[in-house]
């Protein structure tokens, strides 16, 4: 124990800048000592006083449970999902400029694309090609959803004609619809003509992609399915182009 005056806290004070200054809890101090240190804002405190704070944060630190609710795909476990990262599927974390999410993306903006070629077909009074652009519409989300579910796409149509159909028709359109092929687009075939041409040119980056997405370290690729059917829809744009020069449409 020992009595701590105005002249000993002058004495160790001297030229300090302090907002606290610690006493035991047996120590003395005097009145005088007591105005000097609030005269100066000086908060008294005591140590075992600082030690209890020190040791009850201690116990409420120990009684929060670490609940991880993520794993992320490059090891570890975390509770809360960072702002650079996203799900892939269930639980699992990887970074937004994962391949897989990149695909995504590319899915994400290939909807768009067709939402707003839809709207220019319902403008423009194309009701056949509105009606096509739905059906396409309904095969793009049932390749995001076969991606994130981890499904396989069954062989099916596109707008009454097989896969391999899509892929002769688009390669002879002189026999199947009396045109030639397009080697220059122009922006004089009108407005449905130029999104199409677009959305034929966003599906073929689509499908660059999902190689990047579907491709393992050897090479191979998972997901052939998905880039079977993603092919044949950039040539299925390019037979419904052919086929508005061909006055299809109606």
Do not use: W
């Not at 996203?86 to 694309?113: C, M, W």
């Not at 099916?156 to 002189?174: A, F, V």
């Amino acid at each position: 124990m020992s009595v701590l005056t105005e002249a000993k806290l002058r004495s160790r004070l001297r030229n300090q800048n302090i907002k606290t200054f610690k006493i035991n809890k047996n120590d003395i101090i005097t009145p005088a000592a007591s105005t000097y240190l609030s005269d100066r804002n000086i908060k008294l405190v005591y140590e075992d006083e600082i030690l209890k704070e020190k040791d009850k944060y201690d116990k409420e630190e120990d009684k929060k449970e670490f609940f991880p609710r993520f794993e992320c795909i490059s090891g570890g476990f975390i509770e809360k999902k960072p702002e650079h990262m996203t799900q892939i599927y269930g639980n699992k974390l990887v970074d937004k400029d994962h391949p897989r999410i990149l695909f995504r993306g590319k899915i994400d903006s290939l909807e768009a694309k067709i939402l707003y070629a839809q709207f220019v077909a319902f403008k423009e009074k194309k009701g056949d090609l509105l009606k096509d652009l739905e059906e396409i519409m309904d095969v793009v989300r049932r390749i995001l959803r076969a991606e994130v579910m981890d499904e396989e796409i069954k062989e099916h149509s596109l707008l009454g004609m097989s896969l391999d159909e899509i892929r002769e028709k688009s390669h002879n359109p002189k026999k199947y619809l009396g045109v030639d092929h397009i080697f220059y687009p122009s922006y004089k075939e009108g407005e449905c003509f130029i999104v199409l041409n677009e959305l034929r040119t966003v599906v073929r980056e689509t499908e660059i992609a999902a190689i990047n997405a579907f491709k393992d370290r050897e090479g191979d690729i998972k997901r052939k399915d998905i880039l079977r059917l993603l092919n044949r829809l950039s040539s299925c744009f390019y037979i419904m182009m052919l086929k508005l020069l061909a006055q299809k449409y109606k």
